[in-house]
């Protein structure tokens, strides 16, 4: 039996944290509903304290979006909750999302708190957030440079207060996957009164982990990874949203694992998302970058047309990505370029194809790569037709 995992998103949350990706409320309301179409369980859709705008759009999505559950998100400390509470109250399934931080840095330099002072607070904010929200998920921030002592201790508390999720942040990116695993090993295995608690992923990716991490959690037992579509966030961004969810789709017998993502609209997510927040996305970026299914290779190329899964592992036309898996370039193939040709209802004779095939490479050799417009100029000539 496969095991579901909760996809929780929070492109609207850290996501908007990237460096110049600040969204308006009905830009932010514009992607709240294609995450919903997307099919993502829990949408985190902004920091209510933080400002007006972002309380009016959590409420507006709170409002509009009755299929998906809204997550508020608040520092543990009170007035951020009561923020929080009322701008998700419309919500027709709703949750509460409360952090402080857990590792020594942060309490010596940030919180100037001790550790005591920390776990306090923690217990007073969970149970004074209970008397509202039954779902608290509770993160302790910096999890992963914390230590596993303190960390269960904090755990520990929470649980004992009332949180029902615990959400293990790799705040800085800095965990390698098997160290990332045993915290929820470590945590499942140790967490008194525990047995109903659930856990979820919380990755960045500054050191190109976050993905690896958030399927290392699953593997240990986390039932709930947060992503941001296009991997967008704070500094090298969270872990990516089309990442994780092609990782689970393809490897789902080896992981045992599926979400509920609709996966056709991935890449029209991606693409809003991309243009609102003028975020542009690396040509080769997986699943959802412009080369991610194009072939330029001549051997690839042969190989594609005589069966697609010898250089591809997912169907592009899967993710709603408009199907172009031959780029015709220097190192295309005479079979490629008949193919292409023929596609285009031109038939070559082998003498054409050979006229063909050597104006092409010599043109291919000035440029980048040959449109289609390009390579019917090089037919016309090649058929004495231009
Ligand atoms: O990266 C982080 O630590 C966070 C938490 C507040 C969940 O975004
Ligand atoms: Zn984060």
Do not use: W
């Not at 929780?8 to 709240?32: M, N």
């Not at 099919?39 to 709170?62: H, L, M």
């Amino acid at each position: 039996m496969m095991k579901n995992i909760r996809i929780f998103d929070t492109t609207l949350r850290d996501g908007e944290q990237a460096p110049g990706g600040s969204l308006s409320i009905e830009e932010k309301v514009r992607i709240a509903k294609q995450l919903a179409n997307l099919g993502v369980d829990v949408i985190e859709p902004g920091f209510p304290i933080s400002s007006q705008g972002e309380f009016t759009a959590v409420q507006q999505i709170s409002r509009d979006l009755l299929h998906v559950e809204i997550c508020g998100f608040a520092r543990a400390v009170t007035e951020d909750i009561n923020r929080a509470i009322e701008a998700t109250q419309d919500a027709t399934k709703r949750s509460l999302h409360l952090f402080i931080s857990s590792s020594d840095i942060h309490l010596d330099f940030q919180l100037k708190k001790s550790r005591d002072q920390v776990i306090q607070i923690a217990r007073e904010k969970v149970a004074y957030a209970k008397q509202f929200v039954d779902r608290i998920e509770f993160s302790p921030m910096d999890a992963s440079r914390t230590g596993n002592e303190f960390l269960l201790e904090m755990v520990e508390a929470v649980v004992a207060e009332g949180a029902t999720l615990i959400n293990i942040p790799d705040t800085v990116g800095f965990a390698l996957p098997n160290e990332y695993g045993q915290i929820f090993k470590m945590l499942k295995n140790n967490v008194r009164g525990g047995k109903h608690v659930e856990y979820s992923a919380h990755c960045h990716n500054d050191l190109g982990m976050a993905v690896a991490n958030s399927l290392a959690a699953i593997e240990a037992g986390a039932t709930q990874i947060e992503v941001t579509v296009n991997g967008i966030g704070e500094r090298a961004g969270n872990c990516s949203l089309e990442e994780l969810v092609m990782a689970i789709e393809t490897r789902k017998e080896a992981l045992g694992v599926q979400t509920n993502i609709n996966t056709e609209e991935i890449f029209e997510t991606s693409r809003l998302v991309s243009r609102i927040m003028n975020f542009p996305i690396a040509f080769n970026k997986p699943i959802v970058g412009r080369n991610a299914f194009q072939h330029e290779a001549g051997i690839h190329q042969d190989g594609l047309l005589k069966n697609r899964n010898t250089y591809e592992i997912m169907n592009p036309e899967k993710l709603g990505v408009p199907r172009e898996m031959i780029i015709l370039g220097k190192h295309s193939g005479r079979h490629a370029i008949k193919h292409r040709v023929s596609e285009m209802g031109v038939p070559l004779n082998p003498t054409q194809l050979e006229d063909l095939y050597t104006r092409f490479k010599a043109f291919a050799d000035q440029h980048k790569s040959v449109t289609d417009e390009q390579l019917a100029q090089l037919v016309g000539k090649a058929t004495n037709t231009v």
